[in-house]
T-cell receptor, first 114, second 115 residues
Framework: AQSVTQPDIHITVSEGASLELRCNYS??????LFWYVQSPGQGLQLLLKYFSGDTLVQGIKGFEAEFKRSQSSFNLRKPSVHWSDAAEYFCAVGPGGGADGLTFGKGTHLIIQP | AAGVIQSPRHLIKEKRETATLKCYPI?????VYWYQQGPGQDPQFLIS???????DKGSIPDRFSAQQFSDYHSELNMSSLELGDSALYFC??????????????FGSGTRLTVV
């Protein structure tokens, strides 16, 4: 069965500092990987996704993620965070086909310090 | 661009009542997914539909049922509601059972509170 681990429940970063959120997955085949962001009480917004090809994926809001098959990781990065980036971030894995649902990690709560 | 529309946004029900949540996918998306997100939890996959047929089933209680209609909208029916059903319910849609065309797009969710 597929699974996603986000080791960090909370991360605190100063505004303007760089950010890296960790995500490790377990999946038998080539995974489809996603990062979503969720503000309190709001829906899930897709930041970026990886299906194949270039392992460095660019997303919205200045985020990027790198797929490393050898490490089963798909870490999310941003060179300089803004106060508006404070939110819950979810990594998810899915087959991308067959209408199977996505499996989400437990999420990482990002706190931005002024 | 059109998004996934969910209604209602908020719903308050009493225990043992029934609730119906609706989801209108992005035009031309033929696959709909339902997720449940409890307080402080990650979204859990409930059920999905492709071309009006149930496609996959996750951790959906037997008290819940869902269907997809001819116009591709979907409804999640929840009966004998329990306090533990209080959660944010998301619908997502995609094209042709795959995320490659545009990914899974989520709606803003329906917040169900059971009292």
């Amino acid at each position: 069965a597929q699974s996603v681990t986000q080791p960090d429940i909370h991360i605190t970063v100063s505004e303007g500092a760089s950010l890296e959120l960790r995500c490790n997955y377990s999946y038998g085949a080539t995974p489809y990987l996603f990062w979503y962001v969720q503000s309190p009480g709001q829906g899930l917004q897709l930041l970026l996704k990886y299906f194949s090809g270039d392992t460095l994926v660019q997303g919205i809001k200045g985020f990027e993620a790198e797929f490393k098959r050898s490490q089963s990781s798909f870490n999310l990065r941003k060179p300089s965070v803004h106060w508006s980036d404070a939110a819950e971030y979810f990594c998810a894995v899915g087959p991308g086909g067959g209408a199977d649902g996505l499996t989400f990690g437990k999420g990482t709560h990002l706190i931005i310090q002024p | 661009a059109a998004g996934v529309i969910q209604s209602p946004r908020h719903l308050i029900k009493e225990k043992r009542e029934t609730a119906t949540l609706k989801c209108y996918p992005i035009p031309r998306h033929d696959t709909v997914y339902w997720y449940q997100q409890g307080p402080g939890q990650d979204p859990q996959f409930l059920i999905s539909f492709y071309e009006k047929m149930q496609s996959d089933k996750g951790s959906i209680p037997d008290r819940f049922s869902a269907q997809q209609f001819s116009d591709y909208h979907s409804e999640l029916n929840m009966s004998s509601l329990e306090l533990g059903d209080s959660a944010l319910y998301f619908c997502a849609s995609s094209y042709d059972r795959t995320a490659t065309a545009g990914g899974y797009t989520f709606g803003s969710g329906t917040r169900l509170t059971v009292v």
